[in-house]
T-cell receptor
């Protein structure tokens, strides 16, 4: 399957703590993208990392990519209650326009 | 700039009825997508269109048809709705290699 597998499926942390979620995949990719979804609304793009990049930052977000292990991680530092959402990785496999999402991690940040 | 617009936002159908979900984007994107999301689950790709005039099956195409009417519009049709098609449907568009933009979703209930 081209789909990314994310873990954990669910994560509950206290406000101020860091949250880490992972995405593993099987195919070769040009880039990997992370999205956030708030309670059943449309997904919002967070960050894109290209296959030749190892790490990327955007505000409190840090994404890493290890193409040898076919895995990526998303770190949210100093989490806030507003970060409560589902997070998905997206994999646009090389040579196709199919755009498949991972299974998602449900993050709950407790105030 | 409206982005991706889906209509309707809510719909209740009786088993066997048909309906068309509409999607339009104003970002001049080539690729458009239809996903469904069942409660507590990730997004599953139904159909996609890499460019105007082309459509391809995704992961779960059975029971659906699509039309890429022009570059802006991509519609999803349920010919004979079944309770198993109760879901939230999302339309998305993207430029090749870049992030996707999502509509607000259509909440469909088939009774």
């Amino acid at each position: 399957s081209q789909q990314g597998e994310e873990d954990p499926q669910a994560l509950s942390i206290q406000e101020g703590e860091n949250a880490t979620m992972n995405c593993s995949y099987k195919t070769s990719i040009n880039n990997l993208q992370w999205y956030r979804q708030n309670s059943g609304r449309g997904l919002v793009h967070l960050i894109l990392i290209r296959s030749n990049e190892r790490e990327k930052h955007s505000g409190r977000l840090r994404v890493t990519l290890d193409t040898s292990k076919k895995s990526s991680s998303l770190l949210i530092t100093a989490s806030r209650a507003a970060d409560t959402a589902s997070y998905f990785c997206a994999l646009p496999p090389s040579g196709t326009y199919k755009y498949i999402f991972g299974t998602g991690t449900r993050l709950k940040v407790l105030a | 700039n409206a982005g991706v617009t889906q209509t309707p936002k809510f719909q209740v159908l009786k088993t066997g009825q048909s309906m068309t979900l509409q999607c339009a984007q104003d970002m001049n994107h080539n690729s458009m997508y239809w996903y469904r999301q069942d409660p507590g689950m990730g997004l599953r790709l139904i159909y996609y269109s890499a460019s105007e005039g082309t459509t391809d099956k995704g992961e779960v195409p059975n029971g659906y048809n699509v039309s890429r009417l022009n570059k802006r519009e991509f519609s999803l049709r349920l010919e004979s709705a079944a309770p198993s098609q109760t879901s939230v449907y999302f339309c998305a568009s993207r430029r090749t290699g870049l992030e996707a933009f999502f509509g607000q979703g259509t909440r469909l209930t088939v009774v």
